[in-house]
């Protein structure tokens, strides 16, 4: 695999540590700006929101920008904001640093997705992109655990100080050891638009959003559920997260390689259904004993990341022409399906209980498969196709 991949997948793992980072130290915020935890938790939010909704306007915005220097711009301008995040106590300052670092990341991302794809040939472009989603899930693993120790060691401001100066590493790595990228031609945004009226297209996009809802109205609740069910202690609800966050990692990479083996087409196929009934297993095996839960668990994880290589090399397929705008969207579709997920969990609980979050969620992969059944069914017109082939 070539070794700029490598390097493009750290800057990724550095940008995905942000989002989540604030989660470990909310109270330590909050006691040092005499704020909420709820005010404190607005942190997580605006990111989350202005990530989302920032993406495809980027990088329609630098469509004609060379992408090394765009990914170097960026990555200053994410810099900066974390700087700002450290430096003041301005609760309004850190809302607007925090939503320029969510901007400049949901940029990064996606250069890093369509640049890894054109360092290697068609055969690796699945496994690049893994490696890609390797830096992100990773960050899922290190990012909560890493703010915690570091934050409570030396204050909350230090964790943003360490993502600056991991960012200024990136930089240089980038620059240093990345070729010039020229851009693709640039396609008007009402075409780019259009193509949402394609049903193959959107119900693609779809796929995504409809899996992370059904992921995050468990995930978002792990610890209430495990801790409900096994009375577990918070040492061993640590060992938890630390699994499920290895899991996911493997998972990414394990996607890469078998969207390169058996085809976008199945593998997409194949994971999503998988996904779905791994989260019916997780409530079944919860009734059996805590050590078969932690085995289905870590199934359910690794599945909840192998789908993204297959998912971004079917979008570069679809839409070759307007790739990045397309992985940009896939992201927005990313961070939004985190969002209502969390908020269908919560609904759950307050309904009922938690014990019924995982076939809640397994209930709406169910769907996610069926959209994706459907878009891998229609030509590039949008209509039904008489045989569907099972490779990419």
């Not at 789908?307 to 579709?333: F, G, I, R, V, W």
């Amino acid at each position: 695999m070539n070794f700029r991949v490598y390097i493009l997948a750290i800057a990724a793992f550095v940008v995905g540590m942000v989002e989540l980072i604030v989660g470990g130290i909310l109270n330590l915020i909050a006691d040092d700006l005499h704020i909420s935890i709820s005010s404190a938790g607005q942190f997580i939010t605006i990111f989350s929101v202005s990530f989302a909704l920032s993406g495809p306007i980027l990088i329609n915005l630098t469509a004609k920008m060379e992408r090394k220097k765009l990914y170097l711009y960026t990555m200053a301008v994410f810099m900066v904001s974390n700087l700002i995040v450290a430096f003041t106590s301005s609760y309004a300052a850190i809302i607007v640093a925090r939503a320029l670092s969510a901007m400049s990341g949901s940029v990064i991302v996606v250069l890093s997705i369509s640049m890894a794809a054109s360092l290697v040939p068609e055969s690796h472009k699945g496994r690049a992109i893994g490696i890609i989603y390797m830096g992100i899930s990773g960050s899922l693993v290190l990012g909560v655990p890493l703010g915690i120790v570091i934050g409570n060691a030396y204050g909350w401001r230090a964790p943003f100080i360490a993502i600056a100066l991991l960012s200024l590493l990136a930089m240089i790595g980038i620059a240093l050891f990345t070729n010039r990228v020229a851009p693709k031609p640039v396609v008007p945004l009402r075409e780019q638009l259009a193509l949402l009226k394609n049903s193959k297209i959107i119900s693609a996009q779809l796929i995504a959003f409809l899996m992370l809802t059904g992921h995050l109205t468990l995930y978002g609740y792990l610890q209430p559920y495990v801790q409900s069910t096994f009375h577990v202690s918070s040492s061993t609800m640590s060992v938890v997260y630390f699994l499920f966050g290895i899991a996911a990692v493997v998972g990414g990479g394990a996607g890469g390689f078998i969207a390169d083996r058996f085809g976008t087409k199945r593998s997409i196929l194949t994971i999503v259904a998988c996904f779905s009934i791994s989260m019916f297993v997780v409530m079944l095996t919860a009734q059996v004993s805590f050590w078969v839960f932690l085995i289905a668990m870590m199934l359910w994880s690794g599945l909840s990341w192998a789908l993204s290589p297959a998912q971004q090399a079917y979008l570069l397929q679809l839409a070759p022409d307007n790739a990045e705008t397309q992985l940009s969207l896939n992201s927005s579709m990313f961070h939004l399906g985190i969002a209502l997920g969390s908020m269908i969990g919560s609904a759950v609980i307050a309904q009922s209980s938690v014990a019924n979050n995982p076939w809640v969620g397994g209930t709406i992969a169910a769907v996610a498969f069926g959209v994706a059944a459907f878009s891998l069914t229609r030509n590039s017109t949008g209509k039904k196709e008489q045989t569907v082939s099972a490779s990419s």
